[in-house]
């Protein structure tokens, strides 16, 4: 239960692997080892996760209970350059959780198998062709993938009312028509 819980608080937060790593002070190699099960957790990285991000151990251990013991850490304070560094782990995690291949990836974006290795590996930025190609192609939201926004953070221009002389003249033009 604890790495499917890991992997759900660092996508919950938008961190990737190698901040949340920096921020339990661990290996980024070593969180991977915990996500796929392949080490068990200590129990020093328990308290830190409790300590550092306020997380309900009970619900980290055993997936009862809350995520967070009161309320969430604060992490936007993160740079939108520091959030977009970290776009290949966000891409990562997708196909991860979605279960495709980064070859399947490849050929349903019509992006070169290399560049999509090197785009996960962070040592790439996508070109805008790519990124149109991952908007028009997949329903991950671009926002999230670039920048760990959601598309509900945007917020429309305020609209202004029409005023009495505006809304007699529109009734004028649909009148005519």
């Known amino acids: 239960m604890y790495a499917q819980n890991l992997r759900k608080l660092r996508k919950h937060l938008n961190l990737s692997s190698s901040r949340l790593s920096e921020i339990l002070e661990i290996p980024s190699r ?5 996500e796929r099960k392949e080490r068990t957790p200590s129990i020093e990285l328990v308290v830190q996760l409790s300590e550092k991000l306020n997380i309900n151990i009970n619900w980290f251990l055993t997936g009862v209970g809350e995520m967070f013991k009161e309320k969430q850490p604060d992490f936007k304070n993160l740079t939108p350059v520091e959030n977009y560094k970290n776009w290949g782990q966000r891409l990562k995690s997708f196909l991860a959780d979605k ?6 990836f ?3 974006t019509g992006i070169a198998f290399s560049r999509i290795e ?5 040592s790439i930025a996508p070109t805008i062709d790519e990124i149109n190609s991952i908007k028009t192609k997949t329903d991950i939201s671009i926002d999230w993938l670039l920048y760990a926004q959601n598309i509900c953070d945007f917020k429309p221009a305020i609209v202004l009312p029409f005023t009495n002389d505006e809304i007699a003249k529109l ?6 028509r």
């Not at 070593?30 to 915990?34: I, N, P, V």
């Not at 090197?118 to 962070?122: D, I, V």
């Open 30 to 34: 070593t969180l991977l080892a915990y």
């Open 99 to 104: 279960k495709i291949s980064e070859k399947d």
């Open 106 to 108: 490849s050929k349903a």
């Open 118 to 122: 090197k785009m996960l590996n962070a």
């Open 171 to 176: 009734k004028e033009i649909a009148n005519v």
